[in-house]
């Protein structure tokens, strides 16, 4: 049991939001990968999304590891998806920056060093983004300062989506929130809506999640690929909706979704057809 004498390191101004829908399997790896980290954040915000198993009681656990106060929980009355939830969350956060991790992910123990160097660095920017990789392998990525760090513009954001959600970090004033009600690509929407802005968005090119599914094509979410492709193009809509990107911009946006949809169904055809070697 981890009690408050492991958690006597560099406290940094992060709220850390993570949702919980029926994650009792894996919130331990999630919540423990924060308390590795080899700076603290303020605090870890769980966002109980109305789970009907015993995450509940595994989420009341947890916090009893840690010190009071540490790790605070909010139950949702209804299932509203990761989005909304991530919103609840980041509506009660006190620090300065807004940290997001999946209860199926785990951070590299100098995540949040690396990137909140990355961010104070950087004041303008509103957003910052890394690497992340399939597995629970992720090699060391060195001092803070040896990371490299790219600006991603607007435009590139368009055309694909940058950065994995277990990899963002935002400031806690950023004026826009997850789509409510959105449960597909609602991720990739506020990224673009925040680069829309203006906003300065930052990816470091080191390798700081691990998540434990394939971006596509795997169970869950991640791969009902119709219901992703048809969120993508209501994500350009909305955007045009916005004023960000012309109407024209928005229906040639969708074609080339709908292309790359196309190429992700192969895929997957592909990867079924693939013998499953045997022992």
Partial sequence: MMNAAALERATVPVSVVIPCFCCSATINRAVHSVASQSV???EIILVDDASDDDTPSVLRLLQEQFHSGWIKIITQSTNSGAGAARNSGWEVAKSEYVAFLDADDAWHPKKLEIQLYAMSTHPDALLSGHRSVIGSTLPDPGS???VLIEKITFRQLLLANRFVTPSVMVKRTVPFRF???QRHMEDHLLWMQIAASGALVLRLNAPLAATFKPAYGASGLS????LMEKAECSNYLQLAGDGAISRLA???LCIYSVLKFLKRIAV?????MIPTPSN
């Fill in 40 to 42: 603290l954040p303020v």
């Fill in 144 to 146: 803070p300062d040896k």
């Fill in 179 to 181: 789509r409510t009600g």
């Fill in 223 to 226: 791969s009902n690929l119709w």
């Fill in 250 to 252: 928005a229906l040639a």
């Fill in 268 to 272: 997957k055809a592909t990867r079924s």
